[in-house]
């Protein structure tokens, strides 16, 4: 079945370090989210990547999809306390049962001061 | 605008046990997803439904089930509990059925199974 690999599964930055996790797919994707789960928090919706090669940013934050639709990545820039948690990538694929969402395993981020 | 809720926000049961949880999508969120979150596995997709129907479901024992009411709210139901069901349940909802959108998710329901 489908899976959505996730790396690393820990991460622990100084503040104003940079920070990548990467999502990779062991099928293609029709689209592929990214949520944030601040700790004892629920999963947030960050932002969804649809066509093939997509960036898109956000802030200081930037998700770039790969041209096979296999792959993706979140890049933070200059880490602040406040990205602190896990962030997830979900992948959702063609066809089958109309595209169960996958979550990965998650990278929990750690910011230190 | 409200926000997803799930009730109840905490429970303790033992094994052998069945419980039955709660969640009320935003309004006009047609769409509720469940997943099971545990430190080892993360996020793992149990079931959706739209419409009151089943449209998707994940590989999980036939111990779990759920349904959706007409007002959308749906109720998920795990019988003859193991240790091995102790996770936090996440309630997600979406307008339209979860392969075409973003998921809303609910502050989850913490079950405990001793």
């Known amino acids: 079945g489908q899976q959505v690999m996730q790396i690393p599964q820990y991460q622990h930055v100084q503040e104003g370090e940079d920070f990548t996790t990467y999502c990779n797919s062991s099928?293609?994707?029709?689209?592929i989210q990214w949520y944030k789960q601040r700790p004892g928090g629920h999963p947030v919706f960050l932002i969804q990547?649809?066509?093939?090669?997509e960036v898109k940013k956000q802030k200081r934050l930037t998700f770039q999809f790969g041209e096979a639709k296999k792959n993706s990545s979140l890049h933070i820039t200059a880490t602040q306390t406040t990205d602190v948690g896990t962030y997830f990538c979900a992948g959702r694929s063609y066809g089958g049962s109309q595209g169960n969402l996958i979550f990965g395993k998650g990278t929990k981020l750690s910011v230190k001061p | 605008k409200a926000g997803v809720t799930q009730t109840p926000r905490y429970l303790i049961k033992t094994r052998g046990q069945q419980v039955t949880l709660s969640c009320s999508p935003i309004?006009?969120?047609?769409?509720v997803s469940w997943y099971q979150q545990t430190p080892g596995q993360g996020l793992q997709f149990l079931f959706e439904y739209f419409s009151e129907t089943q449209r998707n479901k994940g590989n999980f024992p036939g111990r779990f089930s759920g349904r959706q009411f007409s007002n959308s709210r749906s109720e998920m139901n795990v019988s003859t509990l193991e240790l091995g069901d102790s996770a936090l349940y996440l309630c997600a909802s979406s307008k339209r059925q979860a392969n075409t959108g973003e998921l809303f998710f609910g502050e989850g329901s913490r079950l405990t199974v001793l």
């Open positions: 309004s006009g969120h047609r769409s």
């Open positions: 990547l649809v066509k093939s090669g």
């Open positions: 099928t293609t994707l029709s689209n």
